[in-house]
């Protein structure tokens, strides 16, 4: 089975307009998430969604600032992807998990390009 899965989308524009034509039109499936789902691969493999969360939608850069935030986690290793987030979105999710600042302990982390 073929799957797309694309963090909440807040806004559109013309190019995420053209791929979600596309996909429909090869019959793929669209599995939009948000904070708070698992995405379960197989037993020990899933991604937890950190990001986005339309309780605390940023208004600011909406298609930056909203895209997909996730950990990869297999068994004892794990990975945190930023995605394409700015530091304003950087401070909104640290304040989001700030009872539980553990869950960003990652093995490796890639960092969004807009930290450089």
């Not at 037993?43 to 309780?55: E, G, H």
Request: aromatic content about 10%; overall charge positive.
């Amino acid at each position: 089975m073929k799957n797309v899965v694309i963090g909440k989308q807040f806004e559109s524009c013309e190019n995420y307009e053209k791929f979600i034509k596309i996909i429909k039109e090869k019959n793929i499936k669209v599995i939009g998430v948000e904070a708070g789902q698992r995405m379960k691969i197989e037993k020990a493999l899933y991604f937890d969604v950190l990001w986005p969360s339309s309780k605390d939608k940023i208004s600011d850069n909406v298609l930056n600032n909203n895209s997909l935030v996730c950990q990869l986690v297999y068994q004892e290793f794990s990975m945190l992807f930023t995605g394409d987030i700015e530091e304003i979105a950087e401070k909104e999710i640290l304040k989001k998990y700030k009872n539980d600042l553990n869950i960003f302990k990652s093995t490796i982390l890639k960092v969004g390009h807009h930290r450089f």
